[in-house]
């Protein structure tokens, strides 16, 4: 076994924050970075020491891996936890880091590779007889071989790129005379997200729930899972409520699952913490979707049912400690709602919102978990994802966790942007949403009431406000750290605003 002494955070915000806050109640000494437009954050101050590494732009700061791995050099760090986001599923840095002699906090490079890629995490899994949905096994290229498999697996169907992530090479086609222009915009939105415009078929499971469980291995060949997070309340195909359990996964198919997700880290050798995502259908029968190689945003949750710190098991396991736990002794205790607060209008599709934190006053009490980044006064910054805080609450069942989430987003105040808190209370106040009957067309079925919202988008509007939000994020999911970044020019907001008149 080793023992982390120093550690670098190479990301930003509420997670840099979570991960230090962990390290020092193991007694580790940690490192922040930082960007120009970040010198004043929060995970700067709290962090025992801190380097500037660069521009607003991520390209130029957090996703620099040789100004991160000279910062380590240079300050004695021995290991790196890259959070989510940025650099977090990039199996490059994670070879520089090892190459460094520097202990990376997370899976394997090959593992990363390897569950990069559906359709070879598709071809990774199949021993294990995971259920999986319909379609191809391989990348298509060739058109009219491709509309022939579409045909014969019966639209509607799903073009989905396999580098991609968070909504990015992914377009639905319910008949065969739209499939030509669709197969052309997902190859070109593939290419252009992800430098690799590889593209596979799936039949389009038209109204499912989005369940993933999170799993943990060790570097002695023990894996466990700690059970399910439902995810189906989305919006452009990214979460906004996440909780645990799942209001309708029995203890069966909760095993099944688990078992699955399990047969999908050992397919990787995986170590660490990481999530395997499924799609449930209307019958309950549920299909392998990706497996995601980081600790997810969405962890808390997982934390307040399970009574363990992901950070600290992460960190305990990239020391080469083994699991000090069995599936034997994990049990679901209680029930956790997670809300994602975004600078974003609900009210105009989600579109991001900047501006200053005029009011910022969090909510307290029992069962009330704020995992954030930012205090009163600070500005919102248009280089990063739009996100400003993680709202969970956890209470003895899922009543009394939906019960506290709306006293919580009551007494959360926020003025000088638009936020999602909104739309929180919204969901937890909707009769589908209280009774479990949801999946991920919530939105789309519930949330265009003309006197919830105005009138429902057209296309265009979808298209703008998917562009919008990917202006707005400095970082991917699956983010190359030569890549250059798109940020938006200071007409935007105007722009924007004379948009949204």
Same mark, same amino acid.
């Given at each position: 076994?080793?023992?982390?002494?120093?550690?670098?955070?190479?990301?930003?915000?509420?997670?840099?924050?979570?991960?230090?806050?962990?390290?020092?109640?193991?007694?580790?000494?940690?490192?922040?970075?930082?960007?120009?437009?970040?010198?004043?954050?929060?995970?700067?101050?709290?962090?025992?020491?801190?380097?500037?590494?660069?521009?607003?732009?991520?390209?130029?700061?957090?996703?620099?891996?040789?100004?991160?791995?000279?910062?380590?050099?240079?300050?004695?760090?021995?290991?790196?936890?890259?959070?989510?986001?940025?650099?977090?599923?990039?199996?490059?840095?994670?070879?520089?880091?090892?190459?460094?002699?520097?202990?990376?906090?997370?899976?394997? @490079? !090959?593992?990363? %590779?390897? +569950? &990069?890629?559906?359709?070879?995490?598709? #071809?990774?899994?199949?021993? *294990?007889?995971?259920?999986?949905?319909?379609?191809?096994?391989?990348?298509?290229?060739?058109?009219?071989?491709?509309?022939?498999?579409?045909?014969?697996?019966?639209?509607?169907?799903?073009?989905?790129?396999?580098?991609?992530?968070?909504?990015?090479?992914?377009?639905?086609?319910?008949?065969?005379?739209?499939?030509?222009?669709?197969?052309?915009?997902?190859?070109?939105?593939?290419?252009?997200?992800?430098?690799?415009?590889?593209?596979?078929?799936?039949?389009?499971?038209?109204?499912?729930?989005?369940?993933?469980?999170?799993?943990?291995?060790?570097?002695?060949?023990?894996?466990?899972?700690?059970?399910?997070?439902?995810?189906?309340?989305?919006?452009?195909?990214?979460?906004?409520?996440?909780?645990?359990?799942?209001?309708?996964?029995? @203890? !069966?198919?909760? %095993?099944? +699952? &688990?078992?699955?997700?399990?047969?999908? #880290?050992?397919?990787?050798? *995986?170590?660490?913490?990481?999530?395997?995502?499924?799609?449930?259908?209307?019958?309950?029968?549920?299909?392998?979707?990706?497996?995601?190689?980081?600790?997810?945003?969405?962890?808390?949750?997982?934390?307040?049912?399970?009574?363990?710190?992901?950070?600290?098991?992460?960190?305990?396991?990239?020391?080469?400690?083994?699991?000090?736990?069995?599936?034997?002794?994990?049990?679901?205790?209680?029930?956790?709602?997670?809300?994602?607060?975004?600078?974003?209008?609900?009210?105009?599709?989600?579109?991001?919102?900047?501006?200053?934190?005029?009011?910022?006053?969090?909510?307290?009490?029992?069962?009330?978990?704020?995992?954030?980044?930012?205090?009163?006064?600070?500005?919102?910054?248009?280089?990063?994802?739009?996100?400003?805080?993680?709202?969970?609450?956890?209470?003895?069942?899922?009543?009394?966790?939906?019960?506290?989430?709306?006293?919580?987003?009551?007494? *959360?105040?926020?003025?000088?942007?638009?936020?999602?808190?909104?739309?929180?209370?919204?969901?937890?106040?909707?009769?589908?949403?209280?009774?479990?009957?949801?999946?991920?067309?919530?939105?789309?079925?519930?949330?265009?009431?003309?006197?919830?919202?105005?009138?429902?988008?057209?296309?265009?509007?979808?298209?703008?406000?998917?562009?919008?939000?990917?202006?707005?994020?400095?970082?991917?999911?699956?983010?190359?750290?030569?890549?250059?970044?798109?940020?938006?020019?200071?007409?935007?907001?105007?722009?924007?605003?004379?948009?949204?008149?």
């Amino acid at each position: 076994m080793i023992k982390i002494q120093k550690l670098l955070v190479a990301n930003r915000g509420e997670i840099a924050l979570r991960v230090m806050r962990s390290a020092r109640e193991m007694g580790i000494k940690t490192v922040a970075i930082y960007s120009e437009a970040d010198r004043q954050a929060l995970h700067v101050r709290f962090a025992d020491e801190a380097v500037c590494v660069g521009p607003p732009a991520s390209s130029a700061s957090y996703l620099r891996t040789d100004v991160i791995l000279d910062v380590c050099q240079r300050l004695g760090v021995d290991a790196i936890h890259p959070g989510y986001g940025f650099l977090s599923e990039n199996a490059g840095f994670a070879r520089q880091v090892q190459a460094a002699g520097i202990t990376f906090i997370g899976p394997s @490079p !090959e593992a990363i %590779e390897l +569950m &990069g890629s559906k359709l070879a995490a598709k #071809a990774a899994v199949a021993k *294990y007889n995971i259920p999986m949905v319909p379609g191809t096994e391989y990348a298509i290229t060739d058109l009219e071989e491709a509309k022939a498999i579409a045909t014969s697996i019966g639209f509607p169907i799903l073009i989905k790129a396999s580098a991609g992530g968070g909504g990015k090479g992914m377009r639905v086609v319910d008949h065969v005379a739209q499939f030509e222009e669709q197969m052309q915009l997902a190859v070109s939105e593939a290419t252009s997200a992800f430098g690799d415009g590889s593209v596979f078929i799936e039949k389009y499971v038209s109204s499912p729930r989005h369940i993933e469980i999170q799993v943990l291995g060790d570097t002695h060949g023990n894996i466990v899972h700690l059970f399910e997070r439902e995810c189906s309340i989305q919006r452009r195909h990214q979460k906004v409520i996440e909780e645990a359990p799942s209001a309708v996964l029995t @203890p !069966e198919l909760r %095993e099944q +699952m &688990g078992r699955c997700a399990v047969d999908v #880290a050992k397919a990787c050798d *995986y170590v660490g913490a990481g999530t395997v995502e499924f799609l449930l259908d209307e019958n309950l029968n549920f299909y392998f979707l990706e497996m995601n190689t980081r600790l997810q945003v969405e962890h808390p949750v997982t934390e307040q049912i399970t009574g363990l710190d992901l950070v600290k098991e992460q960190i305990k396991v990239a020391q080469g400690a083994p699991l000090s736990f069995s599936q034997e002794d994990l049990t679901i205790t209680g029930h956790a709602m997670e809300l994602r607060v975004y600078a974003e209008d609900p009210a105009n599709n989600f579109l991001p919102d900047i501006g200053t934190l005029t009011t910022y006053k969090r909510p307290q009490g029992l069962g009330v978990r704020v995992d954030d980044g930012f205090e009163e006064g600070m500005e919102i910054p248009i280089y990063y994802d739009p996100m400003i805080a993680k709202l969970v609450t956890y209470g003895k069942d899922r009543q009394e966790a939906i019960e506290k989430m709306i006293r919580a987003i009551d007494e *959360y105040q926020i003025t000088g942007i638009e936020t999602t808190l909104s739309f929180g209370k919204f969901v937890m106040e909707h009769e589908a949403f209280r009774s479990g009957n949801f999946d991920t067309k919530f939105i789309e079925l519930y949330f265009q009431d003309p006197g919830v919202l105005k009138p429902a988008p057209s296309a265009e509007e979808e298209e703008i406000a998917a562009v919008l939000a990917a202006l707005f994020a400095g970082h991917t999911k699956k983010a190359s750290p030569q890549a250059t970044a798109t940020t938006p020019t200071s007409g935007m907001s105007d722009w924007r605003k004379n948009r949204l008149k």
